[in-house]
């Protein structure tokens, strides 16, 4: 059974920073797309940012860019999102997924983790 499992602490002040960290079971996805998406009540779910099997391509929302940094590791079958200067407007349930079915951006991805809550106090 495949599985992703986020993890990280959910609450932080705005400006402050969190690390979000995705493991995988079940298969490797050494060459498989990775991708962050967040979903805030009411809203649809979101891409946050993408990167590429082997690390070398990374995609971000304008609304993380230069704020949030994507990473992964083959060898432990992760992948991570650092997030810094957190804002209130970034709170949401944050999903990992892997495999997307056609473009990064759209949340067609084979595999979902089930989702962390990270709430940013203002």
């Known amino acids: 059974q495949v599985q992703l499992v986020e993890s990280g602490v959910g609450l932080v002040q705005a400006g402050g920073s969190l690390r979000l960290s995705c493991a995988a079971s079940?298969?490797?996805?050494?060459?498989?797309?990775k991708g962050w998406f967040r979903q805030a009540p009411g809203k649809e779910r979101e891409f946050v940012a993408a990167?590429?099997?082997?690390?070398?391509?990374?995609y971000y929302a304008d609304s993380v860019k230069g704020r949030f940094t994507i990473s992964r590791d083959n060898a432990k079958n992760t992948v991570s999102l650092k997030m810094n200067s957190l804002k209130p407007e970034d709170k949401a349930v944050y999903y990992c997924?892997?495999?997307?079915?056609?473009?990064?951006?759209?949340?067609?991805?084979?595999?979902w983790g089930q989702g962390t809550q990270v709430t940013v106090s203002s």
């Open positions: 990167i590429r099997w082997n690390g070398g391509s990374t």
């Open positions: 997924a892997a495999e997307p079915q056609g473009g990064y951006v759209l949340p067609r991805y084979n595999y």
């Open positions: 079940g298969r490797t996805f050494s060459r498989a797309t």
